[in-house]
Structures are given as C-alpha cells and as structure tokens.
C-alpha cells in the first residue's frame, strides 16, 4: 500500500514533462513549477507530518495566487502556477481517496493546458505516458476500494492493464484521427507572462533597433523547411545553395536614432502565378511556421509561387510577402526561381531618396570610420564590397552584445567593441553607405539553414534570423545586397556526431510527423479514399470469381470445422450475471463436468461448484476456493487471471 502512495505523484509530474515539450514555458517557470512537486516527495521519503500546517500551507496557496494576480504574469500562467502549488500540498498532507482524486483530477488539468500549445511527436509520447500513468493510479483507486471488501492478504492489482487500455487508446485515437472531418481550430500558444528577461529572443522582427541592450538568446523554434521538389545533383545543389542563401523578410528604410523601422512606400516582390512553374531552374516547397505571423521569407530573383487555394499572398508592411488570411498551422508553398542578383527598380527621388540617405542622431562615428577605410569616392558597388569585406575581417561575430548597455551603442561598435551580433554589423554599413550618398537599407531575414540530408531539406530555424543591407546601384538600375556579417558559427546539426546525427534523424521524424499527422487535411482523406477504391476496383475486376470462390470455400470449412470441433455444445443457458456461462475462464471446467453435472438455469457459479463438491467430497477444499475466486470475478470486477489458472488445474483434476 506504501507504494501506490508514490503512484499518486505520477499523473502531475507526467503533466510537468508534457509542458516542458510543448517549448512554451521558460526554464525558470518550469522550475518554479516543479518545486512544489519535488517539496512534496522530500515530505513524503522523510515520512514528515505537516498535519498540524494544514491551515499555513492553505494560506500560503490563497496568498501565492495573489501574488501572481498582482505580478500580472498571465492568467494560464497563474492558474498552471497554482495547479501545482496545490498538488504539491495535496500530496505532502495526509490523503485519503477523496484527496488522491483530487490530486489526478489536477494533473488532468494541467495536461489540458498543454493541448493547445503543441502537436509535435514528443508531445504524443508525453501524452501516451500521461494516458498510462493515469490508468494505472485510476486501477490503484478502484481496485485498493474493492480489495477492502475482500478477505484473505491484499494482492496487487495487475498494473499491466493500464498498458493495454493505453495502446488500445492509440488504436482508436488513430483510427478516429483518420475518419473523423478535419477541423482547423486556428489554436496558437497564449501569453505566458513576461519572458527573456535576460536578453533578445532570436528569430524575425519588423523593427531593428540598438538601443535594445541585453544578449540574443538562441531559439530553435522551425521557421520553415525548403525541400527540393526532386533529387539534386553536384551542379544543382550549389545552384540551390546559392540562389536560397538570403530569405528577405521585412525592408527596413526609416532610421530614428538608432532605430530601423519599415517605410509606407517599400515596394514587395510581385510573384508571377503558377503558369510557369515548371520553367523555373530552381524550384522548391516552402514549408512556413505560423510563428512567422504571416511573413513568408522567400530568395531574391524572379518568383513563380503556387499559393494553396484557400490562402491567397499580398503585400504587406516593409515590402514583405504575406497571406491573406492569418494561418494557424505549417503551410506549403511551391516556388520557383529564377536567381537575380539585382531588383530592378527605378531611382530614388525626391522625399524617397531623402528618406533612404538619411541619417539618425547618434552615427557620425559611421562616417569617419568609413572615411578612414576608403578615403576615396568609388562606384556603389565597389565602395559596398569594400567596406563590408573590412567588417567581416576585423569585427567579431558574437550573440554577447557587449555594446548593447552603451548609451551610443554604434559608436561603441566601431570603436570599442568590435564585435557584435547582426544587426550591428548590417546598421553600422547602412549608415556609412547613406553618408556616401548612397541609398541604403536593411533588411531582416533569414540565412539559409543546414541540410538534413535524412529528410531531404533545408532547415531554417530562428536561429537563422538575419540582417543584411541593400544599396542602390545605378549602373545595374536596382537594388543589390551586401552581406557585412562575418560567417556564423556551424549549426548543431553540421557536425559529424552521434548528437547531430540524432537531431537530424529527430527533426526529420518532426517534419513527417508534421506533414502527415498535424497538416493531415480532408483533401488527404479524400486522395486516400480515391486509392483505396481503385484498389478495390482493380482487385476486383482481376480477382472477382476466384475471390468470391475462396471466400465460399473458407466460409463453408469455417464452418463445418466449428461443427466438428464443438460437437454438441448448447448455447450459454445461465443468464444469471454470476452464472458459470457468464465467467468465461470456467469454461475448462464446464466442458469436464457438464455431461455428468451440467449446470442448471439462472443458476450461479458457487451453487454449481457447491454441487460439484458434493459429487466428488475429495475435492471440496479446491471447489471451495474456486468458488472465492469465481465471486470475486462476478461481482468484486476484479482481473480473473487466478481464476483461470485455478480453473484449469480443477479441470485436470476432474479428468483424472
């Protein structure tokens, strides 16, 4: 009995597991959440009392709730707070069964909270283990409450079930998951409370500014896979490489202070529709996240897209690409290519060229260190490739930013620092080329990611979010980038390791699991059901005489076999609930005693052991256990797999 007292800290803790999966929490709040839990074990292995502060810990719950309403950290985030505040004390106080439901009606709940922030596979293992762990304590509760009815030592209940019912669950939920209609709910992650405290979260932004202090923590969050549409060859992979090594996202032409943001007038890419999409020498499926907010960053040159049908693009904010209609889900876009170094567009004039050769408060220090690198007028894009090669050569890449907490932190850049993360290196040449009279911009992005050659596609994570800068060439009449940034350093998933072999074979996992289960849709059932039928058809057509011919054969030998090997057996007469026709792990018996001691109508089990003890008093000591046991299976809804065995053993003995 000690140890289904442990049993109960099983379904909060699985619950704990399936939120620190889904990737919404923080490592400090999943802490935090786990504390009163591990609080609670140490209660129990140092077998303390805290009976007699009962009332401070309810009090200390009432007042951690205020607590957190008044920190405004979110209200999922107080409620998952408090769930587990509440089973940590449920668990460390004395519980009775009232008590132990409790606890498992919590960790139920707090599972819940997880269903609308993930899909992904591991969730589906913690959600397995959850739905495991739950049946087990369930099948502790119901069966500690018959064996207190029952006489004789206390037996453990056969915790195997709980595995059972569990990929049973699986099997239907599979099945259920295939027919049921698909409904897209459009669920996202909700607000948590307040996050990265201690610095930038990498990934995609609108805005680039500075003064924003603080290190760029790293954010492996997919932002989208780009699969080939076949398999590349030697020539075609560095084409692939290098016509999808920059992801434009959003233009940024306004600069206040040290503050990049997107201008009204930046004109986006105009794809051409899918007509000619088979043309294109680079070709591609574009698998976006939703966590873009709708953004699809997409390579520079002549675009041919084919948009799914019920998400139309247009242009948005900072001359970025958008759909429509918001997505909640992984969407794919097929897009062809055509590489171009060059944007045609015309020349700045007027307020535009103003607005694109301005320069902020704060940047002189841009001007005299690009005047001491290249003290004579060049062309634009030679003056462009000389001052980014020096950026790449002489300035630090690093996510530290150590000019972040400077009150000028460019000048500290060029001066001090010498190292810095992106949008250093992008802004730092925006503003020299601007002082040159160049028109200049940055733009935010993403590099192209590293190939998981075990699911055959590019990955580009948060991580890749990149900034680089576009200027005006008027010999070439548009816009070309330049990339100042020096190399990042090797993705985890470059290295020959069993660690990177293992993150790629589990993101390729990701990305099936992905395409085939969370964006299975109504139009895979209806392909799939197209299949299925023109297998039948065809199998039909070739196969329908000798099918319909073999299925009589085996159905008449089905039957004469089941005539042969049951000579004589009367259907089940004993409709009574405890009757021996209705505990089938009898049956050895039955078929032993019944030719000389049949049993009779609405007659139970125990009356016709008693009349089989009577017939043969020898037996009585084993006919009066079977008749415990066979009692216990009709009417205490307790696992027969002694009774079987007891069965089996009596039948033996009748024989002999």
Wanted: charged residues 20%.
């Amino acid at each position: 009995m000690s140890g289904s007292r442990w049993l109960d800290h099983l379904p909060p803790w699985l619950a704990w597991g399936a939120l620190a999966s889904t990737g919404a929490y923080e490592p400090g709040e999943l802490g935090t959440m786990a504390l009163p839990l591990l609080g609670a074990a140490l209660v129990q292995w140092r077998g303390w009392s805290l009976e007699p502060w009962r009332r401070v810990l309810e009090l200390a719950c009432l007042g951690a709730g205020l607590a957190l309403l008044a920190l405004r950290a979110g209200v999922l985030l107080t409620v998952v707070y408090l769930l587990f505040l509440l089973c940590g004390v449920r668990l460390a106080l004395p519980r009775g069964l009232p008590q132990r439901r409790q606890i498992l009606l919590m960790g139920f709940l707090l599972f819940l909270t997880t269903t609308v922030t993930t899909a992904d596979l591991d969730f589906l293992a913690w959600s397995a283990a959850w739905v495991a762990g739950a049946g087990a304590v369930l099948l502790q509760l119901t069966w500690e409450s018959s064996a207190a009815l029952r006489q004789g030592p206390f037996q453990p209940p056969p915790r195997v079930l709980a595995v059972r019912w569990t990929a049973w669950t699986l099997v239907l939920a599979a099945g259920f998951f295939v027919i049921l209609p698909r409904l897209h709910l459009g669920a996202r992650r909700l607000p948590l409370g307040a996050h990265d405290l201690g610095g930038l979260r990498a990934g995609l932004s609108d805005v680039l500014d500075l003064s924003d202090g603080g290190l760029v923590l790293g954010s492996r969050e997919v932002a989208l896979r780009i699969q080939p549409v076949r398999t590349l060859t030697a020539q075609e992979w560095d084409q692939y490489r290098q016509a999808l090594a920059l992801l434009r996202g959003y233009v940024l032409e306004r600069l206040d202070g040290q503050r990049w943001e997107t201008g009204p007038d930046t004109p986006g890419p105009r794809p051409e529709p899918a007509g000619a999409l088979g043309a294109q020498p680079v070709t591609a499926d574009f698998f976006f996240s939703p966590g873009l907010l709708g953004t699809l960053p997409l390579p520079y040159g002549d675009l041919v897209v084919e948009p799914p049908g019920m998400d139309p693009l247009r242009l948005g904010p900072g001359g970025s690409l958008r759909w429509t209609f918001p997505v909640r889900r992984t969407t794919a876009l097929r897009v062809g290519l055509t590489p171009d170094p060059v944007q045609p567009a015309p020349p700045p004039r007027g307020r535009r060229l103003a607005e694109l050769t301005a320069t902020g408060a704060g940047c002189e220090s841009a001007r005299a260190w690009s005047q001491r690198i290249v003290p004579v007028s060049l062309p634009p894009r030679e003056l462009a490739e000389n001052l980014a090669l020096t950026l790449r050569s002489e300035f630090k890449y690093t996510l530290d930013n150590p000019s972040g907490a400077a009150a000028n932190p460019l000048q500290d850049f060029l001066e001090r620092s010498h190292a810095g993360h992106c949008e250093y290196f992008a802004s730092a040449l925006a503003v020299m080329l601007r002082y040159r009279g160049i028109p200049a911009r940055v733009v935010n992005g993403f590099r192209l990611g590293p190939w998981i050659e075990e699911g055959g596609y590019f990955l580009v994570t948060q991580n890749e979010a990149h900034s680089w800068v576009e200027y005006y060439d008027p010999e070439a009449g548009g816009w070309r980038a330049a990339d100042p940034t020096p190399p990042a350093p090797p993705s985890r998933f470059g290295a020959e390791t069993f660690l990177a072999t293992l993150a790629r074979w589990t993101d390729a996992v990701r990305f099936r699991w992905d395409r085939n289960v969370v964006r299975f849709s109504d139009e895979d059932q209806v392909a799939g059901l197209d299949r299925l039928t023109l297998g039948f058809d065809a199998l039909a057509r070739r196969w329908s005489r000798s099918l319909a011919m073999g299925l009589g054969i085996l159905g008449l030998g089905g039957a004469l076999a089941w005539l042969l090997i049951r000579p004589g057996r009367p259907p089940w007469p004993w409709p009574h609930p405890g009757g021996p026709g209705r505990i089938r792990e009898l049956d050895p018996l039955v078929r032993r005693a019944r030719r000389l001691l049949p049993p009779r109508e609405a007659e139970t089990a125990r009356s016709w052991l008693e009349r089989l003890a009577q017939a043969r008093p020898q037996r009585a000591a084993p006919l009066a256990r079977l008749a415990r046991e066979a009692d216990t299976a009709a009417y205490g809804d307790r696992p027969s797999g002694r009774l079987k065995h007891l069965a089996r053993e009596e039948a033996k003995a009748w024989k002999e």
